[in-house]
DNA sequence: TTTGAAGGTGAGTAATGACTCACTCACTGT
DNA sequence: ACAGTGAGTGAGTCATTACTCACCTTCAAA
């Protein structure tokens, strides 16, 4: 016979990458140390000596993981641009539905747990792509509306990491202490965002009212 | 010789406690699988076989540990007496300043992160012990402001979460992330209570004071 | 003085962990 | 036709791990 059409063997990238899937899912359920190598080996569909093929050491696997999941700025440019406008409802909304959103698998959450707790050395890089960015993008917003002289003076580091700090731990709850979400996305987005800038935003002096206010 | 008064040979009870020290301790610090018996035995100052005498398995020490870790209650009390008063301000702080306090050591969210993340079957318990109480409360809390018509009609139990999130998303980065804090604690957390209650309570119609406004 | 229970241990054991090695297979360019 | 090469593996090695066991030490009550 010709040859086995129906597994064309993968070649040296594609192996690598479902290498580096099967043991993000793997890494991101039970941790560094609660898995074992032959498991990603089975997973990803291989013997367990290729892994070593590709990869010197276990460590060094992880490393990868850590080091190509680096994703997002297509939020940030968006967000970008409803800043120009000053469309304060719009950026909050944008940023908190990024990340409250239907379906986003807990991976990337996990992982960035793990290898905080666990102390991994690229740990902070992650945290940089991955969290730092919000929180420093959303701050020099907040501090530019102040400037404006739309938001009340508050430090804008400190605003920024409450708002992140209410998305963020609603995903904790939800995605890995399983606590069940009673309202709809949609529900939930709008009234973080709406507490927070009934807060933040400086009345001006006389006459609310009650719906948004924007510029 | 009559006996080695330097050490007294400790009871029972107090080996136990000093092996869940040192195994809390070991398993905050590298989480579950990344901790050994070898290591925990030696940290408590005792034989590895020791360890098995007071705990017939290494899972049966960590479900100790969770079991044990039950506290808060003082707080709690002392939070009653100012809702009673409907002091929001007071309500909000003190819950705030337990958490974000000077000298917090990081061992018990640690061990929570770690237990949440390793799905261990305790972990459900030790987060109501631990969060689940303080949110609970701070919605019944919200929930009744509301009812006076004090705060907006907001949903309670998603407002409280808001708040923790803050707060317990504050430690996160200050103490697993390891993100330094550029403002004093007290500062910190009157940010957070002032940004939270603003956005919270209901202005009357008209007239609005920068400062405090309470009842 | 004996006894025996409670506290404690050194030296294992069986299983599993990460990692290695000698080797095969399938395909390609010459 | 066949050497070369990159993909792939079965069967290890050796250290480590959770856990066991036969045995020791101390001390108070009988």
Redesign the interface.
């Known amino acids: 016979m010709p040859q086995t059409s129906r597994t064309v063997r993968p070649s040296s990238r594609e192996r690598q990458d479902g290498l580096i899937a099967a043991a993000a899912a793997l890494f991101a359920a039970?941790?560094f140390?609660?898995t074992t190598t032959k498991e990603i080996a089975k997973s990803a569909g291989v013997s367990e000596a290729l892994v070593f093929k590709y990869f010197p050491t276990k460590r060094a696997l992880y490393a990868a993981i850590l080091a190509e999941k680096v994703t997002v700025n297509e939020l940030l440019e968006a967000v970008e641009e409803a800043s120009k406008k000053r469309d304060d409802h719009r950026v909050f909304t944008m940023i908190a539905s990024y990340r409250i959103r239907p379906n986003v698998d807990s991976t990337l959450l996990?992982l960035l747990?793990?290898s905080?707790?666990?102390g991994h050395e690229l740990?902070?890089m992650f945290?940089g792509k991955h969290?730092k960015v919000f929180y420093d993008h959303l701050a020099a917003y907040i501090r530019t509306r102040i400037e404006d002289g739309a938001f009340?003076p508050?430090?804008p580091?400190?605003?920024a990491?409450?708002f992140?700090?209410?998305?963020?731990?609603?995903r904790?709850?939800h995605e890995?202490?399983?606590v069940p979400m009673?309202?709809s996305h949609e529900?939930?987005v709008s009234?973080?965002v709406?507490?927070?800038?009934?807060?933040?935003i400086k009345?001006p002096?006389?006459?609310?009212t009650p719906g948004r206010r924007a510029r």
């Open positions: 039970k941790g140390n609660g996990r747990l793990f905080a707790l666990e740990s902070d945290f969290h009340r508050v430090d580091l400190l605003a990491r409450a992140i700090g209410m998305v963020v731990h609603h904790l709850l890995i202490f399983g009673h309202q529900d939930t009234t973080y709406d507490l927070f800038l009934t807060g933040l009345k002096a006389s006459r609310q």
